[in-house]
């Protein structure tokens, strides 16, 4: 069955970076394109950014555009999420997602959280 | 972006009621329109797509309909493991959610 296990949170100051991962299995991984999306505490979602199944297109949300990279190695079925330049806004549960085509998505992950704070 | 307003935002209803929630989208989005439920303390569960599509084991008594701006999502009859929050969310232009609507028991 689909597993996505992300890690990597933890609490980091305003301004500083992190890096997300996020480990799948149970399904063709490198055929998958996959998204990463946030909730913040007893908030809504919200979409942060997609990357195709080879890893040649990405898109991001208006929030973090420019801040925050989504990458992924299909070696090691593993999508990751640099994020840089973290605002306190940023402070999450952050998902990993797969999709069944670019847009679709589907499966979510647990979620890693992630607080920025001073 | 396009903005998708979810209504209501929260509904209190009894075991087998009928249960309706409606999303519009701030422009035409076609089909492209997801919903998911969200249990407490869970990830989101993609439960119909393309606005009308089951899911693979998700039960028949889920079901949505729509086009354009306007979509419901509907619970023919609402059981007890049907409390959650519900959301819509669109992909016609980069994805956008509804705020929610929590579903409780009266």
């Known amino acids: 069955q689909v597993q996505l296990v992300e890690s990597g949170g933890g609490v980091v100051q305003p301004g500083r970076s992190l890096r997300l991962s996020c480990a799948a299995s149970?399904?063709?991984?490198?055929?998958?394109?996959m998204h990463w999306l946030r909730q913040a505490p007893g908030k809504g979602l919200e979409w942060v950014a997609v990357i195709s199944y080879d890893g040649s297109n990405e898109y991001y949300g208006d929030s973090v555009k420019g801040r925050f990279t989504i990458s992924r190695d299909n070696s090691k079925n593993t999508v990751y999420v640099q994020m840089n330049s973290l605002r306190a806004e940023d402070t999450a549960l952050y998902y990993c997602?797969?999709?069944?085509?670019?847009?679709?998505?589907?499966?979510w992950g647990q979620g890693t959280l992630v607080t920025v704070s001073s | 972006d396009i903005q998708m307003t979810q209504s209501p935002s929260s509904l209190s209803a009894s075991v087998g009621d009928r249960v309706t929630i409606t999303c519009q989208a701030s422009q035409d989005i076609s089909n492209y329109l997801n919903w998911f439920q969200q249990k407490p303390g869970k990830a989101p569960k993609l439960l119909i797509y393309?606005?009308?599509n089951l899911e693979t084991g998700v039960p028949s008594r889920f079901s949505g309909s729509g086009s354009g701006t306007d979509f419901t999502f509907t619970i023919s009859s609402l059981q007890p493991e049907d409390i959650a929050t519900y959301y819509c969310?669109?992909?016609?232009?980069?994805?956008?959610f509804g705020q929610g609507t929590r579903l409780e028991l009266e």
């Open positions: 969310q669109q992909y016609h232009n980069l994805p956008t």
């Open positions: 393309d606005t009308s």
């Open positions: 997602a797969t999709a069944r085509h670019l847009w679709l998505i589907t499966y």
């Open positions: 149970g399904f063709t991984f490198s055929n998958s394109a």
